[in-house]
C-alpha cells in the first residue's frame, strides 16, 4: 500500500505520540509499504531528514504558543489536493488533529481517499485550566466539538484502550478502533542498569531511586508527584530521584525541589539506561490517554505505581506486577510510593514480574493488528500488501527525504509553488 501520515510531532521531539509514529512509519516501511510522513517544519531541523524505511516531508508551520518545543502545522488542504490527485496514497492516517492534519482530511475526502485518524489526548479536560471558571467550560466544549467533528469524518478513530473508546463513545465518537502500543524490549531493558550512573545520582547500591519522565509544563501534575516524593524520602532518607524532560516549568522546579535530578531531555537510548537505573516509576500524570513511559518503565524492570486509567489499568495488576491507586488520589499513590521507597524484597519482586508482562508486548504484533485495519480502511486485502506501485517519487529533493534508492526529480525553482508534487 501507499500510506500517507500527517503528524503535527515526530522526532527529534520526545513524546509518547512522536515516539509511537516514528515506529509504525518504520515497521510498516519494512513490511514492504510505501510510507510518507509529512510534518511541520523545525527551526533547528529545517530540511527532511533521510530515512530507510519511509519518506519525510517538510511543511509549513510554527510553535505551538507557550510551547517552542512543539510544532503546529499550518492548514495545507491544497497543497495535499494537488499532491495527491490522480497518483496519490491509497490511505491517509492523520496522527493529530491540529490545522494541518484536519486539512489533510478535508483533502482526502475531496479526492474518495479513505482517511483514519488518531485519538492520543485528552485535549478537553485540559483546554483551559479550571481557575478559569465559565470560561474553561466553554473551551473544552468547543475543543470537544472540533475534535469530534474533525475525527467524525474519518472512516475509523484509533484509541489506544477499550477505556477511551468507552469514554470517546459516550461523548458522540463514531467508528472507534484499537491502536495499542508496543514496547522495545530490547531496547529497555534491566540489563542496561549502570552503577556509575547510579553512583552521579547519590545512590548507593541498596538505595531506591525513583525516576519519572515527561515534559515539566503546567498541568501535569508534577506537584502531585514531587508531594509523593516528598513523603518517600521521609520515609526512607536514602531514596533519590531523577526527573528525566524538559519544558517551560523545569526553572521552578529546580528551584523548589533542589535535592532532586534534572536531566533535561534524553536520547532513547539514554532514557533507557536511565530507567534501568532507578527501581521505582511514580505515574502521577492526570488525563493522558495512554502512557508510553509506563510501560517502558515496566520493560526496564521497575516496581510501578500509578493511577488505575490508562496503561496502569491494561497492564498494572496491584501486589503482582506494580500498584494502581484510585484516579487522582494523591495521598494513596504517595502511601504506594512509601510503600515500594521501604520494602526493598517488593520493589524487586514487583520489577521482575513488570518485565515479564512486558515481554508479551511487542510491537511486532501491534503493527500486524494496525497493518490489517489500514488495509480494511483502503479496501484492499492484506494479499495485496507490498509495494504495488513502486518506489515513491519524490519533489522536490530540497523539502523531502525518503527511502534509500527513492527516485529524486528536481523541478526548476519556479514550479516549485504552483507545480504539482507527488510524493509517492
Not at 510531532?9 to 509529512?38: C, K
Not at 521521609?234 to 524538559?246: S, T
Not at 485495519?373 to 509495494?387: E, F, N, Q, S, V
Request: charged fraction near 20%; hydrophobic fraction near 45%.
Amino acid at each position: 500500500m501507499r500510506i500517507a501520515i500527517v503528524t503535527e510531532t515526530f522526532p527529534p521531539e520526545i513524546n509518547g505520540i512522536a515516539v509511537t509514529f516514528d515506529r509504525i512509519a518504520t515497521e510498516l516501511g519494512r513490511r514492504g509499504h510505501s510510507v510518507v510522513v509529512y510534518r511541520p517544519a523545525r527551526d533547528d531541523l529545517p530540511a527532511a531528514s533521510a530515512h530507510p524505511d519511509y519518506a519525510e516531508a517538510i511543511m509549513p508551520g510554527m510553535p505551538l504558543p507557550g510551547r517552542a518545543d512543539l510544532r503546529i502545522g499550518w492548514p495545507a488542504g491544497a497543497m495535499f489536493r494537488r499532491w495527491w490527485h490522480g497518483g496519490g496514497p491509497d490511505v491517509v492516517h492523520v496522527a493529530t488533529p491540529g490545522p494541518l492534519g484536519a486539512s489533510a482530511i478535508g483533502a482526502a475526502r475531496a479526492l474518495g481517499i479513505p482517511v483514519t485518524s488518531s485519538f492520543h489526548a485528552r485535549f478537553h479536560h485540559c483546554a483551559l485550566h479550571r481557575r478559569f471558571g465559565v470560561l474553561a467550560k466553554l473551551s473544552r466544549r468547543l475543543v470537544l466539538a472540533w475534535l469530534r467533528r474533525t475525527h467524525n469524518r474519518t472512516v475509523r478513530t484509533f484509541v489506544s484502550t477499550e477505556e477511551v473508546r468507552a469514554e470517546l463513545a459516550r461523548l458522540g465518537f463514531r467508528n472507534l478502533g484499537i491502536l495499542s502500543r508496543g514496547v522495545d524490549t530490547r531496547l529497555f531493558d534491566p540489563g542496561r542498569r549502570c552503577e556509575t550512573l547510579r553512583k552521579s545520582w547519590g545512590a548507593g547500591p541498596d538505595d531506591p531511586v525513583a525516576i519519572c519522565a515527561g515534559r515539566l509544563v503546567a498541568g501535569r501534575n508534577q506537584e502531585g508527584l514531587a508531594a509523593a516524593w516528598l513523603a518517600m524520602q521521609q520515609a526512607n532518607p536514602r531514596c533519590r530521584f531523577v526527573i528525566v524532560g524538559d519544558g517551560p516549568m523545569r526553572a521552578a522546579f529546580e528551584r523548589g525541589y533542589p535535592g532532586f535530578v534534572f536531566t533535561g531531555y534524553l536520547s532513547r537510548e539514554e532514557l533507557a539506561r536511565h530507567f534501568a537505573s532507578a527501581d521505582i516509576y511514580l505515574h502521577a500524570t492526570l488525563g493522558e490517554t495512554f502512557g508510553n513511559v509506563v510501560i517502558e518503565a515496566m520493560a526496564s524492570g521497575l516496581a510501578v505505581a500509578g493511577f488505575d486509567y490508562a496503561a496502569a489499568r491494561k497492564y498494572v495488576s496491584t501486589g503482582k506486577n506494580g500498584i494502581i491507586v484510585p484516579y487522582g488520589a494523591g495521598a494513596a499513590l504517595a502511601d504506594a510510593g512509601v510503600w515500594l521507597a521501604t520494602d526493598a524484597r517488593l520493589r524487586r519482586q514487583l520489577g521482575r514480574a513488570a518485565r515479564a508482562t512486558m515481554e508479551e508486548h511487542s510491537w511486532d504484533a501491534v503493527i500486524g493488528r494496525f497493518e490489517s485495519d489500514l488495509h480494511a480502511a483502503a479496501g484492499m486485502p492484506l494479499r495485496d500488501a507490498g509495494r504495488r506501485h513502486g518506489s515513491p517519487v519524490l519533489f522536490p529533493p530540497v523539502r523531502v527525504a525518503g527511502m534509500a534508492g527513492a527516485q529524486r526529480v528536481p523541478q526548476p525553482a519556479s514550479r516549485l509553488r504552483p507545480g504539482p508534487r507527488n510524493l509517492f
